[in-house]
């Protein structure tokens, strides 16, 4: 008894011991300087996966659906952009380039698009590319019987035909988002029905085997068109719960994880690891329910704006990464981008505690902001501006709800005052981060309602001279601003932490992991 | 009939009971928890159009009762229907999880069973004097760690100081059983620490409140050896108590697994019943709980069976009841 | 009855004692403005922060101070629930068997078999969202089955027991025997029960602000911090570490209290 007890207790001492000693060996790290390591672990040599040409990646959430054309999780069509490939695709520079099409004429007047087919073209599972799964693919995301499947930005197309080996698409009217539509509708074959269990695409990478809710494998496709991918094999895992992620990069079973918190890469050795900084492309916002009280009085809204000093909330909550942004729209889009926006409000809190007087709120007034639990960044913003908007006497609490709860009450049914949430473009055009703000728009979930904006946004949809276009994108972007739609803070850094060795890392400007590009150094 | 079958019976009718009261609870539950699945699953850019689609697609237009009544069709025709966020038949997606949950369970409860029962005698032995003190200390402190706290704990010391294993990259049964193994069984001893600690106690107070009854004091002052009296009829009596904490304790360690399952990265069907309860995933859920169910008459069961084989005065009692309830 | 208090029931009380103390004082005073974020970020601990700073910089101190009130209120608000409403269930099921057994027993089964999360989620819907006390009784109801199987096994373990059978052949009613003569029998297998279960409920509301339904994050229970602090072991191992001991320090007592006791009843018998 004596013994085991004995044992026990040293077993305990001993777990003790070693887990101060990680403390106190860490306790200087906070500054993350690239000081010398005493004991370090796996450089890259060491790393048994850089000699198979290997890597593992770590994500934070499940792929939802595998099928191209179910998918609607921002993380699955991350990582599945790999493997599936549309007439055209994005590169880097934020550019449409041909991709399973090798030639693009559009009609003078915008009605008509054809594409050639790439001569060459072949599927992951061996068969060429043909006109009809052209056909079917685009058809399939345009008028196809599963409502489920179909891309909304299709519904101006009005007839596709098919000549030889060029696909023309007609347009009802002109659109200047379109080719970044067809972007998204991925090129599949004709009546395939397992993409959800074996997807198969025309991508750099080709499936290889998943495991629901823990790993996702893929392989090199030799026989890619297009400059093939430099590792062999690319396995992603899924690490649910943010200490997952460190974890696993620590203990080397993972090389690359993106979409990390200052927080996350403070606890990596800088000697085994880099972090890259990109950003995110989205506009994280308090956005305000307009139709609430007392959010739907101009003053107050614009009260909250000077009440927060957004250089603050990247400060304290993401350690001073991320850029400010003063409306809804990102410097990625920079031709739409509008700089001048982000100082429009500055920390006044004279300022504030005047408009909230003026609006009937001397002695401020109670708010929630509602947070998906699940997002961690969101959850410390809100914290944040709890404590910012104290100070101009605005007594806010935050009210954390799971994702199911959050898609259904706030942004499906508008039962909210005040969340906290990052707004994206998934298909390269600004159009997406404006149009929301319609007031006669479903997703509106803010509810702003604005005549001007109306009007402004039905000549931008019209527009058909880009120059033109952009100007009224422009002025929307100002609308929003002056009327303090939302609180507009920032968009987020991404940092990613890349295992040294690991290279060619590249960021686009709609999120996206593009593993063709990364390989090991020799 | 015999006792033996009718006692089988009487089981399998309570394993109908409690899956089908479980599974109803649950449906009832999600019929109130606000969220949509057809929202969830189509994201954030889903037109209205497309979620009524989907919404008679999966059926969720239809009367509450009756697609509780369709489920259970389903479920005693062996189809588990189809998960929402994955389009894949739920049994598929379930059965490598639940092999996993099961091991973590089983050998956290074997760590459990065999070190508690002896640890908890011997501690009865070894009452009085000052070794009382550090013997106390020890108990409580076992049981104030939190598991999700030793997981990182042995994530940190011998996942990355003496790397012993991998945390965030399950091997799988399959591919290094192991491997797997040892993966495992750190989130059983996270798992098993404090609950350890919880029977020992249990059982030493049982052991000591049992020894001061009068027929104890008796026994002993009649010249009966001490330590006969203890191992024949002391801990006979105090086994009752433990077995059903015991039985008690599997049927909870499932659950109890959810947060060591996501520290050390298991793949096992906690941490997908948490997930697919926030994607609001139905099926997957609804067969989740009812393995669940099942899990729990049938730890409760084995509890009964143990504890029969104890004290046959319980058995006894049992027959009554099963004669009552008939 | 001797009044000497045996040294576990007085260390225990002395521990509790101090954790209620700093209950009070948390209430009323802490050292810094326990949500200000402006005493820069990880800052190890020192005179000026005893227990260091957060990742927004807050000062560790101050929070665990005013935490240690919200995690001892919501713990024992849900043990004491568990413990009533199990307490009861068990005696009945124990003590009369039959249907109500049959019944109760089932019920029970699925309670402990249905995910607390949703249980959670359910709470949070039906009584609004924003509501301190949901999780109070989301995690209350969780506690009810652990107690109901324990007093029922030994409720019915009691009920043949002869002083049992005297007191019925007396004319005593069910009533009388089961919370005159038995409740008090109990008493051996609840309190290790109470105070593991209070242990239990410490760590559960942990795990369940861990999963995003609990306490709202400003004023923050012990378990929120803690599960907070797990991310953040390298940059700041203090976080966890201060609210990590604080908890055991917690449960230590109470559970030390409950050893005592138990020790203190032996010496009566």
């Keep these: 008894m004596k013994k085991r007890i004995f044992a026990l207790s040293l077993v305990l001492a001993m777990a003790l011991a070693l887990f101060t000693g990680c403390g106190s060996q860490s306790a200087p790290a906070p500054s993350a300087e690239p000081s010398a390591e005493p004991e370090q672990t796996a450089p890259a040599q060491e790393n048994p996966r850089a000699k198979t040409n290997e890597a593992n990646i770590g994500i934070a959430q499940d792929f939802d659906s595998l099928d191209p054309d179910y998918m609607t999780a921002a993380g699955t069509k991350e990582i599945l952009f790999n493997m599936f490939e549309g007439l055209v695709k994005p590169t880097s520079d934020g550019e449409i380039v041909p991709a399973v099409a090798s030639e693009i004429v559009k009609s003078d007047d915008g009605l008509s698009y054809a594409f050639t087919l790439r001569e060459g073209v072949k599927f992951h599972n061996g068969d060429p590319v043909e006109m009809q799964d052209l056909v079917y693919s685009v058809e399939r995301r345009w008028t196809g019987d599963d409502t489920a499947a179909q891309l909304a930005a299709l519904s101006v197309i009005e007839a596709v035909e098919v000549e030889g080996n060029v696909l023309t698409i007609r347009l009802s009217e002109p659109s200047n988002e379109f080719l970044a539509a067809v972007m998204n509708a991925y090129i599949i074959p004709a009546d395939y029905t397992e993409q959800e269990t074996a997807p198969v695409g025309t991508g750099p990478y080709k499936f290889v085997s998943r495991a629901v809710q823990d790993s996702l494998v893929l392989e090199r496709f030799d026989d890619y068109w297009g400059t093939p991918g430099k590792l062999d094999k690319v396995t992603f895992k899924v690490l649910e719960g943010a200490e997952g992620l460190v974890l696993g990069l620590q203990s080397g079973a993972l090389d690359l994880v993106a979409h990390l918190s200052s927080d996350q890469t403070v606890q990596l050795d800088s000697g085994a690891f880099k972090i890259e900084e990109g950003s995110m492309n989205l506009v994280q916002a308090l956005y305000l329910n307009n139709a609430e009280k007392p959010f739907d009085d101009v003053r107050v809204r614009q009260a909250l704006c000077y009440a927060v000093d957004k250089q603050a909330v990247i400060d304290l909550a993401f350690d001073g990464y991320g850029i400010p942004l003063g409306t809804s729209m990102f410097p990625s889009f920079s031709k739409y981008y509008d700089e001048s926006l982000t100082d429009y409000y500055t920390l006044n809190l004279e300022k504030a505690k005047e408009l909230l007087t003026e609006a009937g709120y001397p002695d401020g007034f109670e708010m929630t902001i509602t947070v998906p639990s699940n997002y961690t960044p969101h959850v410390n913003t809100a914290t944040v501006l709890v404590e910012l908007l104290r100070e101009a006497g605005i007594k806010a609490t935050v009210q954390p709800v799971d994702w199911g709860t959050w898609l259904e009450d706030v942004y499906g049914n508008r039962n909210f005052q005040s969340t906290i949430t990052g707004l994206t473009s998934d298909n390269m055009t600004a159009r997406k981060l404006l149009e929301r703000f319609g007031s006669e728009v479903g997703n509106n979930f803010t509810n702003y309602s604005n005549v001007e904006y109306d009007e402004t946004l039905a000549k931008a949809l019209r527009a058909t001279d880009d120059a033109e276009q952009t100007e009224l994108y422009r002025a929307l972007e100002r609308n929003l601003t002056e009327n303090a739609a939302n609180v507009y803070l920032q968009d987020m850094a991404d940092l990613v932490a890349v295992r040294s060795g690991l290279e060619g890392l590249t960021f686009y400007p709609i999120y996206v992991l593009d593993i063709s590009t990364l390989s090991w150094a020799k | ?326 | 009855m001797k009044k000497r208090l045996n040294s576990y029931l007085t260390v225990g009380l002395i521990i509790t004692g101090l954790m209620l103390l700093i209950t009070v004082i948390g209430t009323f005073w802490t050292p810094y403005v326990p949500t200000a974020m402006k005493y820069g970020r990880f800052q190890p601990p020192s005179w000026a922060h005893l227990f260091g700073t957060d990742n927004f910089g807050r000062d560790i101190f101050s929070r665990v101070l005013k935490g240690t009130g919200t995690t001892l209120a919501i713990a024992l608000s849900t043990v004491s629930i568990g413990a009533v409403i199990g307490t009861l269930i068990g005696a009945v099921t124990g003590y009369f068997g039959g249907i109500v057994d049959d019944v109760l027993m089932r019920l029970n089964d699925a309670l402990t078999a249905f995910p607390s999360f949703l249980l959670a989620l359910l709470v949070v819907s039906l009584v609004g969202p924003g509501k301190k006390y949901s999780v109070v009784i989301a995690l209350g109801l969780v506690f009810i089955p652990s107690f109901a199987r324990v007093m029922r096994t030994e409720f019915a373990a009691l009920r043949n027991r002869n002083y049992v059978t005297g007191a019925r052949l007396m004319g005593a009613s069910s009533g009388r025997i089961l919370f005159v003569h038995l409740l008090p029998n109990t008493v051996r297998v609840l309190l290790p029960a109470f105070t593991i279960g209070f242990n239990n409920a410490v760590l559960a509301e942990a795990s369940m602000s861990f999963l995003g339904i609990g306490v709202t994050p400003p004023d923050a229970s012990l378990g929120y911090m803690l599960s907070e602090a797990q991310s953040m072991l390298k940059a700041g191992p203090w976080y966890a570490l201060c609210t990590g001991l604080t908890i055991v320090l917690l449960v230590f007592g109470v559970g030390l209290i409950g050893e005592g006791l138990q020790a203190q009843e032996r010496e009566v018998d």
């Design chain 2, 1 to 326: 009939m015999s006792t033996a079958l009718q006692y089988t019976l009487k089981r399998l009718g309570l394993l109908l009971v409690t899956m089908l009261l479980v599974s109803f609870l649950t449906f009832l539950a999600f019929e109130l928890v606000s969220g949509d699945p057809a929202r969830t699953m189509l994201g954030t850019e889903a037109t209205p159009q497309q979620l009524t689609a989907l919404r008679h697609e999966l059926g969720l237009d239809r009367p509450f009762l009756l697609r509780y009544l369709s489920w259970l069709a389903g479920f005693f025709s062996g189809n588990l229907g189809t998960s929402y966020s994955y389009r894949q038949p739920v049994w598929g997606l379930i059965a490598g999880k639940l092999e996993l949950t099961l091991w973590l369970s089983l050998m956290s409860f074997v760590l459990i069973a065999v070190i508690s029962i002896p640890l908890g005698i011997f501690s009865y032995r070894f009452t009085g004097g000052f070794a009382n003190w550090p013997r106390t200390a020890l108990n409580q402190l076992c049981m104030a760690v939190p598991p999700f706290f030793t997981g990182i704990l042995f994530s940190w010391c011998f996942g990355i100081v003496l790397r012993v294993f991998t945390p965030g990259d399950f091997p799988g049964l399959r591919e290094d059983f192991a491997a797997s193994l040892r993966h495992l069984f750190f989130g059983a001893i996270c798992l098993s620490i404090p609950r350890i600690a919880m029977t020992v106690r249990m059982l030493r107070s049982t052991v000591i409140s049992e020894m001061n009854k009068a027929y104890v004091r008796t026994a002993i002052s009649r010249g009966n050896d001490r330590r006969t009296v203890l191992t024949r009829h002391v801990l006979k009596n105090s086994m009752v108590s433990v077995v059903t904490f015991l039985g008690q304790t599997l049927a909870e360690l499932v659950g109890a697994g959810i947060v060591v399952e996501q520290v050390l990265g298991i793949p096992g069907l906690g941490r997908f019943l948490v997930t697919s309860i926030s994607h609001r995933d139905y099926p997957v859920v609804q067969t989740i709980v009812v393995i669940l169910g099942f899990w729990v008459v049938l730890a409760g069961t084995a509890a009964d069976l143990v504890n029969q084989a104890i004290d046959p005065r319980l058995r006894l009692s049992t027959a009554e009841l099963g004669g009552a309830g008939s």
